[in-house]
């Protein structure tokens, strides 16, 4: 048993390394002289701001781009939901579980770009209209085919991704 003074206990060398919530667990920002908490969220929500520019302008694109018939299935906006998703998982695996970045990367290409990007709130008056244009099944189909394909996007890639750039138990026993 460890006491609070002999700090934790060391972790066996076969663990996989936790991953870390910059949001939470540590303040990620460097000390310097004169960042007060006003400030820092000025930087963030700046960061967001710029990122959520990026990541809209990106999604009107794909509108002109790949335009949707009023009354068609709305492929667009399904598959940047879907491809946002997928890019998510990615990112959130690099940069919260690989790689030390900066504290305004989480919040400018998570929250902002891919945020700005995503549209949840057109699935959901595309599913309203769908619902009230006539067209239940295709309403129905496309909530629950653009929830499932998201939040499956997310599990493929992060765990993917996992793979690739994570250094695997078994592999650092065998390098020993």
Known sequence: MTSEHEGAAPRPSDWAAEPVDPDTAI????????????????????????????????????????PTAPAAFPWTTFWTNVTGCAAMGVLMVLITERFAVHPLMRPFLGT??????????????????????????????????????????????????RLAFLPRAGAERGRS
């Open 27 to 66: 303040d990620p920002w460097p000390p310097r002289a004169g960042r007060t908490p006003a400030r820092k969220h000025a930087e963030i929500l700046t960061a967001i701001a710029a990122g959520g520019v990026i990541g809209a302008c990106a999604r009107y694109g794909a509108t002109l781009l790949w």
């Open 112 to 161: 902002g770009v891919l945020g700005g990007y995503t549209t949840f709130s057109t699935t959901t008056l595309d599913t309203q209209r769908l619902l009230e244009g006539g067209h239940p099944g295709s309403g129905l189909l496309y909530a629950a085919a653009t929830l499932l394909t998201a939040f499956g996007a997310v599990w493929v890639t992060a765990s993917l991704t």
